[in-house]
T-cell receptor
Framework: DTEVTQTPKHLVMGMTNKKSLKCEQH?????MYWYKQKAKKPPELMFV???????INESVPSRFSPECPNSSLLNLHLHALQPEDSALYLC?????????????FGNGTRLTVT | GQQVMQIPQYQHVQEGEDFTTYCNSS?????IQWYKQRPGGHPVFLIQ?????EVKKQKRLTFQFGEAKKNSSLHITATQTTDVGTYFC????????????FGEGTQLTVNP
């Protein structure tokens, strides 16, 4: 069981669709993250939020738009994606935005872009 | 830039055999973390090592942090089928501690 909840578990979308991924944590963590993971590869950092403010954007294309409505919620809005964006999208949280705080990952959303 | 290398990439063992994965960083790390990802699952935090030469044990798993804080290892004694998965090491990025640099992972399969 994970304390970071992600929905949906699976998502299939066309290249013209708009969809959103959602993430929630109730551990009081102040840092939240979006990672992208391709098969047989390590997670790749996309965005970091610290105290509800975007602190890191790893040069992610604008078709991915993150949002942090409050300290417990993190969204990732998707628009005009490409087939190569198909991957496992992982949300994570940590106590703080520092290297000493381990990451707690959600179950992920397996995204397929057709 | 900083690199975190992990070997081997794949390891197949018979149940009951031991297994070790090694992690090497091109830079000194303030800490190193280990994660396990089961097939079809998500990474799960296992442990964090902070001190030079530190050794920590979790049942059949033994984690070591090198004296120079640039390498680490995870050793599993008498593997079980429940140990199947990919093991990742991760260390803070040298330019931004809030970024973790993950190794490529070692995928472990255990034949019953």
């Amino acid at each position: 069981d994970t304390e970071v909840t992600q929905t949906p578990k699976h998502l299939v979308m066309g290249m013209t669709n708009k969809k959103s991924l959602k993430c929630e944590q109730h551990m009081g963590h102040r840092a939240m993250y979006w990672y992208k993971q391709k098969a047989k590869k390590p997670p790749e950092l996309m965005f970091v939020y610290s105290y509800e403010k975007l602190s890191i954007n790893e040069s992610v294309p604008s078709r991915f738009s993150p949002e942090c409505p409050n300290s417990s919620l993190l969204n990732l809005h998707l628009h005009a994606l490409q087939p190569e964006d198909s991957a496992l999208y992982l949300c994570a949280s940590s106590r703080a935005r520092d290297s000493g705080s381990p990451l707690h990952f959600g179950n992920g959303t397996r995204l397929t872009v057709t | 830039g900083q690199q975190v290398m992990q070997i081997p990439q794949y390891q197949h063992v018979q149940e009951g055999e031991d297994f070790t994965t090694y992690c090497n960083s091109s830079t000194t790390l303030s800490n190193i973390q280990w994660y396990k990802q089961r097939p079809g699952g998500h990474p799960v935090f296992l442990i964090q090592l902070v001190k030079s030469g530190e050794v920590k044990k979790q049942k059949r798993l033994t984690f070591q942090f090198g004296e120079a804080k640039k390498n680490s290892s995870l050793h599993i004694t008498a593997t079980q089928t429940t140990d199947v998965g990919t093991y990742f090491c991760a260390g803070p990025n040298e330019t931004s501690g809030s970024r973790l640099t993950f190794g490529e992972g070692t995928q472990l399969t255990v034949n019953p």
